[in-house]
C-alpha cells in the first residue's frame, strides 16, 4: 500500500510526464511546419508518445498499489520557438527537471523504506539517463553546426538514427 505523500507525489510525477508528452507534441508540431524538419517533427511526435507511456506506467502503478491515480490539468505548453537550437535547449532543460524530480522520487522512497516503489522507480532512473545522453548530444550537434545550412540538414536526416540507437 502506497503511503499517502508517496501517492501524491508519485501523482505529480503522472502530472510531469503528461507535460513532458504535451510539451514534445507541441515541439513535433512546431517543426512539422518548419521548411526541411520533417526528422526533427518525426523525433518529437514519438517522444511525445513514449512520455504518455511514460504516465501510463505510472498510473497503473498507482493503481495496482491500493492508490488513486489521477488524470492532471495540464496547462498550454510553449507552442512557437525562435529556432530549433531554442527547442533543443528547452528539450534537455525539460529532461532535467524530470530527473529531478525522479531523484526526489527514489528519495522519499527510500525514507518511506518503500522498497517495491524504489524498485519500480529504478526503470525511471535509466530511462533518464538515456533521455538526458541524447537531448545532450543534440544540443552539442546543433552547438557544432551553428548556421551551417547542410549541417542542419544532415542533423535532420540522423536525427532518427539517434533513438534507434538510445533502444
Ligand atoms: Fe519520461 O522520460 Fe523523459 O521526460
Do not use: C
Not at 510526464?17 to 523525433?43: H, R
Not at 501510463?56 to 529556432?83: C, D, H, S, W
Not at 518511506?112 to 530511462?127: M, S
Amino acid at each position: 500500500m502506497l503511503s499517502k505523500s508517496m501517492q501524491e507525489s508519485l501523482n505529480n510525477q503522472v502530472k510531469l510526464e503528461a507535460m513532458s508528452s504535451q510539451a514534445y507534441l507541441a515541439m513535433a508540431s512546431w517543426a512539422e511546419i518548419q521548411p526541411g524538419l520533417e526528422g526533427v517533427a518525426e523525433y518529437f511526435f514519438l517522444q511525445s508518445e513514449e512520455e504518455r507511456i511514460h504516465m501510463l506506467k505510472l498510473m497503473r502503478f498507482i493503481n495496482e498499489r491500493g492508490g488513486f491515480a489521477i488524470v492532471p490539468t495540464l496547462e498550454q505548453p510553449i507552442v512557437t520557438y525562435k529556432g530549433i537550437k531554442s527547442m533543443f535547449e528547452e528539450f534537455l532543460k525539460h529532461e532535467m527537471i524530470v530527473s529531478d524530480s525522479i531523484n526526489d522520487l527514489v528519495d522519499l522512497a527510500l525514507k518511506e523504506k518503500d522498497y517495491a516503489t524504489h524498485n519500480f522507480l529504478q526503470w525511471y532512473v535509466n530511462e533518464q539517463i538515456e533521455e538526458e545522453k541524447s537531448a545532450r548530444i543534440l544540443n552539442d550537434k546543433l552547438e557544432l553546426i551553428g548556421d551551417d545550412k547542410s549541417g542542419l540538414y544532415l542533423f535532420d536526416r540522423d536525427i532518427m538514427q539517434t533513438r534507434q540507437k538510445k533502444r
